[in-house]
């Protein structure tokens, strides 16, 4: 039975509003999202707002961390995302060379490897001026194992009893997109969560040098404009903001609560933007450099923090 684009609008609203209910959890919303996609039930022009509801609910989360422990987990994280991004990177080129994939497409796959998926590679590819193809293949390849990774690594990480900071520390290292190394640390605990969100973003930060770097080597470039996430500033001010306004505790925390349960209404949306079409577009040796890629940085950060 054909739905209408009344009913469709009935179902997204139904479990968006769900999702700021304890009866959804990020791994549930993402898989409704899923679900619907698979099913062909698209609601497009709230999917074209996903973006902005991802960013509103990182910043809005902000205002729930403190600055200090983000002080000290900055301080930590430096140099653990130095060299993984480092190490992606040098990895992706030799990966791109070895199984002869186009170059701007490993590039992209690094990138967001590396740093932080879909922002990273929408920042990347303007300054690479990648065709849009290149930009879909590698935004597909990394939102998928994304999605596996969101599902996951809070598995493994209860398997193997790791401790909050550490998982924290795991998961902003070694899962793409902010939205999942959200999702993963808030399915986990609090601390993990915190955690996470910190690395993660120092992580994120890595964008501009790297945007810079290649900016420099390619030709032409000078034209072009690197496009640095804001939401990554707006979410330094709010957690700045919240630590010199302590009478305003109340509203902070109810911020952060907003901005939590938007994260997990954010995760149904990408789960419903998935497409099949274009994931099997993207090519087999895409899919192969993407997850050699992960399963490098996934299980040498993984050992590093765990037994070294």
Known sequence: MQLSQKQIQLIYFTIIGLCFTPVFSPALALACGIVLSL??????????????????????????????????????????????????????????????????????????TAICGGSAIAAISNVLNAKSYQVSFSLVVVFILNAIALVIFPVIGHYFDMSQVTFGHWAAIAIHDTSSVVGAGASYGKEALEVATTVKLIRALWIIPLAVVISLTQKNSSSRKIKIPVFIGLFVVAIVVAHFLPAWNTTFTHLNWLGKKGMIAALFLIGSDISIKEAKKAGVKSFIHGVLLWMIIGTTSFLTLTIL
């Open 39 to 112: 099913a062909g039930i698209k609601y497009s022009a709230i999917n074209k707002q996903t973006s902005f509801v991802l960013k509103a609910s990182i910043v809005l989360m902000g205002f729930g961390m403190n600055l200090t422990q983000v002080i000290a987990t900055s301080k930590e994280g430096f140099v653990e995302t130095a060299i993984s991004v480092i190490t992606v990177m040098t990895a992706g080129f030799l990966l791109t060379k070895l199984l002869k994939i186009d170059s701007k497409i490993g590039l992209l796959i690094s990138a967001g």
